[in-house]
């Protein structure tokens, strides 16, 4: 190799700041080139240069809140998979892989595409919103639309109290079928299942994983979880919010044990077969006054 200014042929390899233009911004990238001994001027090989082709990708893909080479290659190999399975499972050609693990930045389309299909937050995300998108109002909803905003602020009131899904839900269930009894609605819309605990919200393992993949909650025990964030109380009306004040006074003196005790004696929880959607007519019999 030989300096293309001075004819010098030493070289040493030195960290250099590159600002190099993507997409008509301009990049900060570090990486290592060599520098002339004689001259100083700076000389990059094919290796070097695919480098920084490769980090400027990688900077703006970052900057613009999409998935890195690295990151694109961490689920592929966490799928277990080569570059050529990978394209026949996201439909698109070994090539696209190929440039994408690199330096070729993926559009907003192609992001989420392999998001969906490799990572499974993204993928319980997306199936939650359209689960919930398409429940209709009906007498098992409590006549209203699932409100996922409504729904984390009661979970993140009750988490206080109860620790565990398992007396949460239970309290969920009361919010829903006392709200409905006074007011002809439910709070959240959820749909409520019959399972060997009680009353749950359909879909709830999905949800509360999804709450914590959020950052709302945070595990502190195999089956224990609180808030990661202040509950905000400005989504409730005045009546939802009086609902949730009478459970959460419940809750508070045992964390939820006598509301759990109670759910498993609802006429709507007994009177529903195992596994199915509990109409919200039975809460005209609750046994909670
Ligand atoms: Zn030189």
Redesign the pocket.
Known sequence: MK?L??N?TEFSTKKIRFTPELKSETLEVLLPAYV?N????TLMDSKQMNALRKAAADEYKSNHGLLTSQEIVALRENLGMSQAEFARYLKVGEASIKRWETYYIQDEGQDEHIRLKSDEASAESNALDIHWKNSPEDIYSGNRKFNYEVFKNVVLSLVKHCKSPLFINKALFYVDFLHFRNHGKSLTGSRYITLEYGPCPDQFQSIFRYLESQEILKRTGKYDFAAKVKADNSVFDDQELETLNTVIDLAKKDGGRKLYDLSHKEIAFEKTPFACTISYKHSKDLKLK
């Open positions: 300096c200014r001075c010098n002339c004689e001259c100083g001027e």
